[in-house]
């Protein structure tokens, strides 16, 4: 672990050359208890060729973040407001026709379900395939061969066999493997990646992540990958984006916020995730508390209640004011730069080895 040293000027990480700009995203649900607010003002950048990490504990609005980028969302119980830019163009006003033409095509996902992606009732070939042709103008014979490619590269044993398989022939990691190929059979410049890996045992996981790698490197696409796996985010993020309660909590490269997080969630995050490579003998600390109710967020900063560090911030402001995250390598927090070094040095980074 290093020392802390002075980020504050460094280049940010959001740029102008934003692939996919998210400003402001407000996700609702209507429910039968109420309004879920389960994105609430998020912002956030991705560069072509790079890799966002995004973490955040369960029920943090990661994968409705990334369903309503693709606008995988039901209009009929979900209002959405704010930009989502890809390429310069908003994807919140983009008709459903022209959504679905990009889908699969210029943006795709892997889903953290992978039965959601796959429908029971055609072969796995035809479904990699099916994409390829409509977005292309493949032949079906063409289509059928980039199956079996797409096939044997995510590592399916008889390829050849196998594209005439039905999902539920497939076992668990299988189907995992075969919507990975399926969002990647037309090279997509965002490839959102919502825990593709969880179900793999480790040989496989490095494969398909080095699978993403490639596609990144010959296409410069850009991916959005959320796990709660540190070891996998710090292999294949640039950046991290932490998130808490549908809102983003801190941002920076993920060296950095890996190196010398400075939000007290973030801080109770990574001493509750094991560590690639740490030492055993820490043992890993739940955050005390629950996350909060979307129904009725708490007021101000919405860590405050679980937060062990608002004494040091004067008067009530945790519990009244919403801190802002700035731009850049930012955290979303009242406690001032000095305070969050100093809490970080003395309690936090020995519980980080
Ligand atoms: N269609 C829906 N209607 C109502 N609430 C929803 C709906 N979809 C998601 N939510 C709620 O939105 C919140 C964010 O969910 P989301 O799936 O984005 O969490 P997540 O960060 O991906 O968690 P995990 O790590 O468990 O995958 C959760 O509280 C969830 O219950
Ligand atoms: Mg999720």
């Known amino acids: 672990m290093s020392t802390l040293t002075k980020t504050e000027g460094e280049k940010a990480p959001t740029g102008p050359d934003s692939f996919l700009s998210v400003r402001d995203l407000r996700v609702r649900f209507s429910t039968e208890d109420g309004i879920v607010k389960a994105v609430d003002g998020l912002s956030f950048d991705v560069e072509r060729g790079k890799t966002l990490g995004i973490v955040g504990e369960s029920g943090s609005g990661k994968s409705v973040t990334n369903l309503t980028v693709l606008g995988l969302h039901n209009p009929k119980t979900t209002t959405v407001e704010g930009e989502i830019l890809l390429d310069g163009q908003d994807l919140v006003t983009t008709p459903e026709k022209e959504l679905e033409k990009l889908r699969g095509n210029k943006v795709a996902m892997i889903f953290q379900d992978p039965l959601t992606a796959l429908s029971p009732y055609y072969t796995v070939g035809r479904q990699i395939a099916e994409p390829f042709m409509k977005h292309t103008g493949a032949s079906k014979k063409e289509a059928r061969e980039r199956a079996i490619e797409m096939l044997t590269k995510v590592g399916i044993p008889q390829p050849k066999t196998r594209v005439d398989d039905y999902p539920h022939q497939f076992s668990g990691g299988m189907r995992q493997r075969a919507m990975i190929a399926m969002a990647l059979v037309c ?64 941002r920076g490269s993920v060296r950095e916020v890996l190196r010398e997080p400075r939000h007290p969630y973030t801080w109770g995050l990574l001493s509750s995730m094991p560590r690639l490579g740490g030492s055993t003998s820490q043992p890993l600390t739940p955050i005390p508390g629950s996350p909060p109710s979307l129904l009725n967020p708490p007021s101000g900063c919405p860590f405050h209640p679980r937060c062990t560090f608002t004494d040091k911030v004067s008067g009530d402001r945790c519990s009244t004011e919403r801190p802002a995250l700035g731009t850049g390598r930012a955290a979303a927090c009242h406690l001032t730069a000095e305070q969050k070094q100093t809490i970080f040095i003395d309690k936090i980074q020995p519980r980080l080895r």
């Open 187 to 250: 090279d997509p410049d965002l490839l959102i990646a919502d825990e593709p890996t969880t179900a793999l045992d480790v040989t496989v996981q490095a494969q398909i992540l080095d699978l993403l790698k490639d596609l990144q490197q010959e296409f410069g696409s850009a991916i959005i990958f959320i796990t709660h796996d540190l070891g996998v985010i710090s292999d294949m993020a640039d950046d991290l984006l932490v998130m808490y309660s549908g809102r983003a909590v801190e």
